[in-house]
């Protein structure tokens, strides 16, 4: 079973602030973090491999600094780590990034399951594991909460606003992953070693997975984002207080106030 | 000259400090108030090699550098002291002798079962009457054919009694005196003459186990003489706590820095005649000496640790590390308890836990006048 995980480093938004004079997100200082939805995939492409045998590869496009995430995916337990970094993939919108992916992944082959996150907490699109899927030609399913492999197919529980659907593919197929998939848990001391002192990040170019130069990059790149905005901070609630019949009173007539409730 | 710690050490602080803040940190304020011993947490660390990290990868162990081990002491000692000391008699004390100086079987027979937190271990020097004195040693183990036979008691002894494995120090010759101690390792779930006293009852550090241990006619093989030879005793005493020192001035500035976090937080919350705290001049003062102290201590301990790793001496260095580590403990959570005012005495507040736990620190391992005493002896050559 070979299983390949793509992977996103992305600012950890917890710890992102505003400035408040030009409503810009500060990055400076910010650290990053693998995204997480990506980490659950991670570890359940681990999980699948513990169990049935194989290798588990990952892959992530981004600057050198990304080094780092594929690292701590080594130290959790994959055996292989490729970093996509090229100053000719910059700018890629999802379509233009899912290009290159599937160029990597192709260039890889020899694979049996894809497994992504389902969206990025940077960009939240949720769309380069549906645009791979497509760009190889291969079955997807999103949103899988639970994974379980037999001969030559794979069963998905995927997850629904209310219940989930149990789907089945034959693989090699792609899959998203939700945070309700697994634990996520911590890298081992010896896990932690061996990434960095025994396994390789092997750093490919656009060139070397020969995806079409004009799919890539921010001028090949369809969507392009014309404004960012941060909506304002909720105000402060109001508590009100007193006996409960003032604070019914009270309550009532600001939200008559609000037009919220009509006059009886 | 260069204080950035490498791309492995940043993966271990940043692995160490998630696991102490959700698996370790949240437990602590019951492990010191029910005097819950910290097993799950032994356990979770073991899972993550942690308890293996002094032991050398070809049994089992992580064998990490002692920076990374100062920095996962520092760490956990943040989060929880009663884990912090569990795992340092078991991952600094029990280990070192063993890993140092143990024959090839002794390494063989207990270190892949320490490395996995299979077994705890403890280090038993102090009796009733040798503790700074070490070479007061009462215990004796008296060669008879292929064993030896053991009588005395140990007293105050981490993880006594919980360990698997104990290393005893004894006295094989009493008129050779410090040389004449030997040390010995044996498993006190599987040995006869072997039986727990007291279990003692302290100030701080209370989900940990403190426990004397009684030897009556107690036959060990001769094959559990730690290094083979007898009378090599003082000299393993001695490295085992110039190593465990780094491991107690760490656990210093991580009770400081738990408490330190505290405070940076409450100043930015609470409101005195109208204000918040942290607008006082005389509090941001507190603070500013406090955030200096913990600096200079953890600097101090990793110095000594760089020294360590690069073969060199570091018998001051570590000794310099406990002792300023332990008192910025004291210090730091002293006045820790003075910026909570009357929040920091209670029991609601962690505040008064820190300053119990960091007391401790300037006795164990030996106690800030032994550290002087070190010192000194380094500074004017007299060897010690």
Redesign the interface.
Known sequence: MNIIVCIKQVPDTNEVKIDQKTGTLIREGVPTIMNPDDKHALIEAIKIKNKHKGKVTVISMGPPQAEEALRESLAFGADEAILLCDRAFAGSDTWATANAIGAAIKHIGNYDLLLFGRQAIDGDTAQVGPQVAEFLSLPQITYAQKIELGEGKVKVERQMEEGYEVIEAALPCLITCVSEINEIGYPSLHGIKEAYREKEVRVLSAEEIEVDKYKIGLLSSPTSVKKSFTPPAKGQGQILKGSTKEVVEKLVSILKEKEIIGAF | MNFDF???QL??KK?IT??VDSEIKPYAADADQKEIFPAEQIKKLA????MG?SIPKKYGG???DNISQAIIMEEVSRGCNATAVTMGAHASLTCHPIVNFGTEDQKKRFLPKLASGEYLGAFALTEPNAGSDAVNVQTTAIRDGDKYIVNGNKIFITNGGKADLICIVTTTDKSKKHNGLSIFAFEPKKTEGFSLGKKEDKLGLRGSNTQELVFRDMRLPKDNLIGGVEGEGFKIAMSVFNSGRIGIGMQGVGIAQAAFDECLKYVQEREQFGRKLHKFQALQFMLADMATKIEAARLLCYKAADIKDKGKRYVKAAAMAKLYGSDVAMEVTRAAIQIHGGYGYMKDYPLERFYRDAKITEIYEGTSEIQRLVIAAELLGRGF
């Open positions: 490498t791309p492995e993966a271990i692995m998630q696991f899972r993550l090699g942690v990290m992580a064998e990490l």
